[in-house]
């Protein structure tokens, strides 16, 4: 199994707007920035790799209540889990999202 294909990711304190640009009312106003970015990769000796990414985000207007994760090929990363102050979001796939993207609810 491809060293990509075993990747896992852990995004703490993340909260990310869907990228539907959709300049209606529900979203005008909303933006955010990366107020730090932290990333530590394990490799294991079969190969496989973990990878933490803790990414402290700010945000300005909302609600906010979705956010995506955009990668070359979605469908390589495995076990993706995001957490926000400490609790677990629900994290939806790329076969099961509009967006063809890692997408979590909050």
Same mark, same amino acid.
């Given at each position: 199994?491809?060293?990509?294909?075993?990747?896992?990711?852990?995004? !703490?304190?993340?909260?990310?707007?869907? /990228?539907?640009?959709?300049?209606?009312? %529900?979203?005008? @106003?909303?933006? $955010?920035? #990366?107020?730090?970015?932290?990333?530590?990769?394990?490799? !294991?000796?079969?190969?496989?790799?973990? /990878?933490?990414?803790?990414?402290?985000? %700010?945000?300005? @207007?909302?609600? $906010?209540? #979705?956010?995506?994760?955009?990668?070359?090929?979605?469908?390589?990363?495995?076990?993706?889990?995001?957490?926000?102050?400490?609790?677990?979001?629900?994290?939806?796939?790329?076969?099961?999202?509009?967006?063809?993207?890692?997408?979590?609810?909050?």
């Amino acid at each position: 199994m491809s060293l990509v294909r075993r990747l896992a990711f852990v995004l !703490a304190c993340i909260a990310l707007p869907l /990228v539907a640009a959709d300049a209606t009312s %529900a979203n005008a @106003g909303k933006s $955010f920035r #990366i107020q730090s970015l932290r990333t530590t990769a394990t490799v !294991a000796p079969d190969g496989s790799m973990v /990878v933490v990414e803790e990414v402290v985000y %700010a945000f300005s @207007g909302g609600p $906010f209540t #979705i956010g995506i994760r955009s990668f070359d090929d979605p469908d390589r990363v495995e076990d993706l889990a995001v957490t926000e102050a400490g609790v677990s979001l629900d994290v939806d796939p790329p076969s099961v999202t509009p967006t063809d993207q890692w997408e979590w609810h909050f």
